[in-house]
């Protein structure tokens, strides 16, 4: 049989990226935009819609950081890219159709799931996720059906990361602060009846190790009905803490510091309160009649081990009487169907973006992961690009020049043939056009930047195919 070398014009190197999120388009970006390799790149996603994260994750009322698209539209509209959306990896077409048809395949799933606190109570009505909630106000399919009691006096968030906040900040905000946002109209209707009246962030550790943003914990000090309260006693410091304070390079803790150190130690007049609680992590959540009542937490103490500062727990405690609570101490991966998965850590094991075996340990030939299902959930969304493109880098020398036999099986048509042949109704990038289209046009008429279809159901409906 005829041999060709992989990467020419004649016979692309082709691709498939499992997931549209950041990681998987800087990942597209990165392999269309170089000269090395001739390549061709299917990206699947199970949702009609792509981004990922920067559409089902961004806060609405953070406009700006969505701006990001247009440079992932850049990448869609070239030439050698093409989308694949309602197309499930596992379902629709599975990881053995998917190596008939392309050289290599590439994770881009993110991490799907939230981390447990692993306490008595958790699973109590009123106990939810951030993750949920955040799908919820963004009008993600999943999570689009979920309701949440906002006649609720008192809510606890636990975590002080950046979605812990953006959780806070939608409650704390009022309904005239989110209707200019692209948030879900189910969910502006619900907010606008909220009754939220205290909000509490809790963290396990102190000040200097809080995980938001800057940027994130200034916009708490300009909320129209909500004070943000920090006590004095909150802010102060172990030996350990103050001593990564003093030493750090880091400008996030140190403009951190700054930013809480400005807010005010005491309530003002305003209707609903914002408080950050440190060094406090939940042993229980306790109930009435089945439903949340309240917290009890254990304070921490602040202890340096392994060259990081750990919370350990000591005898006192303290209960939090509150209506809701939500968990936020981070995203985690789930499996996929036939690949290798890290149960521990929660991602799909590698060794600089190369699918390892988890029993072996030998790499899994074709096969590469980029963004969180690679590294776990850190960074932001612009720390996607670097992870991605170092991915791709080794991709790239792995294949370049590789030979390969012709084959029926790489045509662009096959896995177009493939679909159809299952009646997969799948959604392509330009169908993808005509539904932003149609969600802009419908935001503009209530002054919003969009009003999302948040159901599969109305995307296929409103494409009429």
């Known amino acids: 049989m005829e041999q060709q070398t992989i990467g020419?014009?004649?016979?692309?190197?082709?691709?498939?990226?499992?997931?549209?999120?950041?990681?998987?388009?800087?990942?597209?970006?990165?392999?269309?935009?170089?000269?090395?390799?001739?390549?061709?790149?299917?990206?699947?996603?199970?949702?009609?819609?792509?981004?990922?994260?920067?559409?089902?994750?961004?806060?609405?009322?953070?406009?700006?950081?969505?701006?990001?698209?247009?440079?992932?539209e850049r990448t869609a509209l070239k030439p050698h890219f093409r989308f694949w959306g309602n197309v499930e990896f596992g379902k629709d077409v599975t990881k053995q159709e998917l190596?008939?048809?392309?050289?290599c395949v590439v994770?881009?799933?993110?991490?799907?799931?939230?981390?447990?606190?692993?306490?008595?109570?958790?699973?109590?009505?009123g106990s939810h996720s951030a993750t949920e909630f955040v799908g919820w106000y963004n009008g993600h399919p999943d999570f689009q059906h979920l309701k949440f009691d906002l006649s609720a006096k008192r809510?606890?968030?636990?975590?002080?990361?950046?979605?812990?906040?953006?959780?806070?900040?939608?409650?704390?905000?009022?309904?005239?602060?989110?209707?200019?946002?692209?948030?879900?109209?189910?969910?502006?209707?619900?907010?606008?009846h909220n009754q939220v009246e205290e909000i509490y962030l809790i963290a396990r550790r102190g000040p200097v190790q809080a995980a938001f943003t800057p940027v994130e914990a200034r916009e708490l000090l300009h909320l129209e009905k909500t004070d943000t309260v920090i006590a004095k006693s909150e802010l102060e410091l172990d030996v350990a803490?103050?001593?990564v304070l003093d030493t750090t390079h880091d400008r996030c803790i140190v403009h951190n510091m700054e930013v809480m150190e400005h807010m005010p130690h005491e309530p003002g007049n305003k209707p609903c309160q914002?408080?950050?609680?440190?060094?406090?992590?939940?042993?229980?959540?306790?109930?009435?009649?089945?439903?949340?009542?309240?917290?009890?937490?254990?304070?921490?103490?602040?202890?340096?081990?392994?060259?990081?500062?750990?919370?350990?727990?000591?005898?006192?405690?303290?209960?939090?009487?509150?209506?809701?609570?939500?968990?936020?101490?981070?995203?985690?991966?789930?499996?996929?169907?036939?690949?290798?998965?890290?149960?521990?850590?929660?991602?799909?094991?590698?060794?600089?973006?190369?699918?390892?075996?988890?029993?072996t340990k030998e790499w899994c030939e074709g096969e590469y992961v980029v963004g969180w299902a690679?590294?776990?959930?850190?960074?932001?969304?612009?720390?996607?690009?670097?992870?991605?493109?170092?991915?791709?880098?080794?991709?790239?020398?792995?294949?370049?020049?590789?030979?390969?036999?012709?084959?029926?099986?790489?045509?662009?048509?096959?896995?177009?043939?493939?679909?159809?042949?299952?009646?997969?109704?799948?959604?392509?990038y330009s169908d993808w056009q005509k539904l932003d289209s149609l969600e802009t046009e419908a935001g503009q008429k209530k002054g919003k930047p969009r009003e999302k279809f948040t159901t599969i159901e109305a995307m296929l409906e409103a494409l009429g195919k």
């Open 8 to 72: 020419t014009e004649q016979r692309p190197l082709r691709i498939a990226i499992i997931g549209s999120g950041p990681a998987g388009f800087y990942a597209a970006g990165g392999l269309l935009k170089q000269k090395v390799v001739s390549v061709e790149v299917d990206m699947f996603d199970r949702l009609p819609t792509p981004f990922g994260l920067v559409r089902g994750g961004v806060a609405p009322d953070h406009q700006p950081v969505k701006a990001v698209c247009k440079t992932y």
């Open 99 to 103: 190596f008939q048809h392309y050289d």
């Open 107 to 125: 994770y881009a799933v993110g991490a799907q799931t939230d981390r447990q606190m692993g306490i008595p109570g958790e699973d109590l009505k």
């Open 155 to 192: 809510v606890a968030i636990i975590g002080v990361g950046n979605v812990a906040v953006d959780v806070g900040r939608i409650l704390a905000k009022t309904p005239e602060e989110l209707a200019a946002t692209d948030i879900a109209d189910y969910a502006w209707q619900a907010l606008k």
């Open 241 to 243: 803490s103050q001593t």
């Open 274 to 359: 914002l408080n950050l609680w440190f060094k406090r992590s939940p042993v229980e959540i306790y109930g009435k009649d089945g439903q949340v009542a309240g917290l009890k937490l254990v304070h921490n103490d602040l202890i340096e081990q392994d060259g990081r500062i750990r919370a350990k727990a000591t005898e006192r405690t303290e209960d939090l009487p509150v209506d809701l609570v939500f968990r936020s101490i981070g995203y985690l991966g789930v499996p996929l169907p036939d690949v290798s998965f890290d149960d521990w850590k929660g991602i799909i094991p590698n060794q600089e973006g190369r699918v390892i075996d988890q029993e």
């Open 374 to 428: 690679k590294r776990g959930p850190t960074g932001v969304i612009g720390t996607n690009k670097h992870d991605a493109l170092d991915t791709i880098k080794h991709l790239l020398d792995d294949y370049n020049g590789r030979p390969s036999e012709t084959s029926e099986k790489f045509r662009p048509e096959a896995i177009e043939d493939l679909l159809r042949s299952r009646k997969v109704r799948y959604v392509t």
